[in-house]
């Protein structure tokens, strides 16, 4: 097998795709909550994408993707056997694991697969772990199986209560809390709403709380400073002073606002790349 080949894919549910991708050194490298950039092809965008999975022995790099856009588009479309133009990593802070006590993780969306191998490294270090991931509906729902060899209890939500327990992953934590779990510390990966709420909750019971932000981001070095964020006030950028931040901390409402900014052109982009797909003249 050669470096940066797809030695696995498989579609976890619309629209969202897990690869298994054969990359050695980067692998041998990497730690939990650190990130890499992909590039499909010559032509293609970077793309950041969180770790997923770790499979050292084999040298296997797992990330999960999500199609919303022209460039995951044309990674979604990518086979087995297949190599990616770059995989360029381990960038960023890795998660701090310390001896919290008990922890829990939390996941939303696309953000389950980043908790996983966080998630092992806290136990790992002898902390208590219980996850929570959530998703709108049960055929959303991804990972269940590796999130639950990752913890030790896992609560699973669905806004429509179609599987697991009806709600948001915070109705889950609220729970947790109300039922007399002393929590110790919180990490909370997905969309901006769903972290920012999760901080907004563990703040009135002063529970140390992290999240991992994906702004936009263009080079992953700090160079070109797209992915400032506002921490406690002052300028970050999340590529090399993250992805990880105090989420009781960070500016949630500019990120938002910056995660917009370019919403109808990658629309554009996307809508012309699928209608070339369509008449035949891109995979």
Known sequence: MENNEIAYKEELCP?????KIYVPELVKKANAGQFIILRAYDHSERIPMSIGHLEREKGLLTVVVMEVG??????????????????????????HVNKYGTCVVIGGGVGIPPINPIARALKAEGNKVIGIIGARNKDLVILED?????????????????????GFVTD????????????????AIGPVIMMKNVSKLTE????????????????GTGMCGGCRVTIGGETKFACVDGPDFDGHKVDFDELTQRQRMYLPQEKKAYD????????GLKK
């Open 204 to 219: 009135k019971y002063d529970i140390e709380t992290w999240v991992s932000l994906n702004p936009i981001m263009v080079d």
């Open 172 to 187: 889950a934590l609220q729970k947790l809390i109300d039922d007399g779990e002393k929590i110790d510390f919180v990490m």
């Open 70 to 95: 022209m460039s995951t588009a044309e990674i979604v479309r990518m086979e087995v056997g297949e190599k990616f133009q770059d995989v360029v990593g381990p960038l960023g802070v890795p998660t």
């Open 272 to 279: 012309d790349y699928l209608e070339h797909c369509r008449i």
């Open 146 to 166: 590796l999130l639950k060899e990752a913890t030790d209890d896992l609560v699973v939500t669905t806004d429509d209560g179609s599987y697991g327990m009806k």
């Open 15 to 19: 629209k969202i795709t897990m690869f």
